[in-house]
């Protein structure tokens, strides 16, 4: 865990964990549960005019009259300690809270971490979080999309050539939802997401290698891919007993 950034989903939130990998030289960034009240200890930045000063207040009570931008504070939370021989002991911790206000979504998001501000702005603690999304979205087109939903075998020399071939299929997908992007500057990226991309892809991407070879002056036939669907529909178990030979007998 040591100088390692993981990236907390709420179903893993727990202070006991952010604790341990602070204890054990890593850094991490989670979103605040909505009923998180922490105690503000300090604030990492000042913001001009009549704001409110709120060290010593929970943090709920901030969030009702909240109006600057930016909220980058130091909280204390408490909570209890895994049990052992029967006793359950209780901590108390300190870690850096950031809330920034997201225009598009008219709300505020509120991020938990131990990364100092010396090392990330408060607006690059909630950039950092977002790459757990992208992250999440990588793997969902990988199993929904390139098969890497249900590997149907227990052969490792197979599984790693099925891992293979659906990230080999997610670059090459990749580089022309890239090209793409930049043909297309002006169509917005909320409507034009990898993720939709990749269906269009799986669907056109026959169409794209018959493209693709013409273009390399290697032109597909209809006596080639005859001789190709012949040659797969061979069954090679030719001895194995049918359960229904009787019916059609």
């Known amino acids: 865990m040591k100088d390692r950034i993981p990236l907390i989903d709420l179903g893993f939130y727990k202070y006991q964990m952010f604790t341990r990998i602070k204890e054990n030289g890593g850094y991490f960034v989670s979103r605040l549960k909505s009923n998180a009240n922490p105690l503000i200890i300090e604030t990492h930045r000042t913001c001009r005019g009549r704001s409110i000063d709120v060290p010593g207040m929970h943090l709920q009570d901030v969030l009702k009259d909240l109006k600057r931008q930016v909220l980058d504070v130091e909280v204390e939370v408490k909570f209890s300690r895994r049990a052992y021989r029967g006793k359950e002991k209780k ?13 598009d979504e008219d709300k505020y998001h509120l991020y938990v971490t131990n990364i100092s501000p010396e090392l990330l702005e408060p607006e690059e603690v909630a950039r950092l979080y977002g790459a757990r999304w992208e992250i999440e979205i990588l793997f969902k087109e990988l199993k929904s999309r390139y098969a890497l939903d249900m590997v149907p075998t227990s052969n490792p020399q197979v599984i790693e050539a099925m891992i293979w071939i659906a990230i080999l299929t997610l670059i090459i997908s990749r580089k022309i939802y890239k090209v793409l992007r930049a043909i297309n500057p002006e169509v917005k990226m909320a409507r034009f997401t990898t993720l939709r991309w990749s269906n269009i892809f799986t669907e056109n991407a026959s169409s794209l290698l018959a493209i693709v070879l013409s273009h390399m002056g290697l032109e597909t036939s209809l006596k080639a891919s005859l001789e190709f669907s012949m040659s797969e529909a061979v069954d090679p178990h030719v001895t194995r007993k049918r359960f229904t030979e009787e019916w059609w007998a």
């Open 91 to 103: 901590e108390i911790e300190r870690f850096r809270l950031v809330e920034i206000y997201n225009e």
